[in-house]
């Protein structure tokens, strides 16, 4: 069974800085994309940023320049830096693994007070 262990949120003040991890366990293979998304309340869930396995990344518009993702393949591990942050991200931040399946994390709370 494939599980993703998200960790790293919390409250923080506008103009800090958090780092979410995130660590799959069990029997996942082919990795092809690993990333971060965010469902704020009464939105939709959305892209944050995401890795392939070949290092390219993708960041959404709101968050270039402020947020960073990175991963360790070996770990089967992905993590978002996050600086500079804005009330705006607030919202809960949810792990994403891509191989021929599709794995969900359970969620993490990321609140920025102003």
């Known amino acids: 069974q494939v599980q993703l262990v998200e960790s790293g949120g919390g409250l923080v003040q506008a103009g800090g800085s958090l780092r979410l991890s995130c660590a799959a366990s069990?029997?996942?293979?082919?990795?092809?994309?690993m990333g971060w998304y965010r469902q704020a309340p009464g939105k939709e869930r959305e892209l944050v940023a995401v890795i392939s396995s070949g290092g390219y990344t993708n960041y959404a518009d709101s968050v270039k320049g402020r947020f960073t993702i990175s991963r360790d393949m070996a770990k089967k591990a992905v993590y978002l830096q996050m600086n500079r942050l804005k009330p705006e991200d607030t919202a809960v931040y949810y792990c994403n693994v891509k191989t021929p399946q599709n794995y969900w994390g359970q969620g993490t709370q990321v609140t920025v007070s102003s």
């Open positions: 069990g029997s996942i293979f082919n990795i092809n994309v």
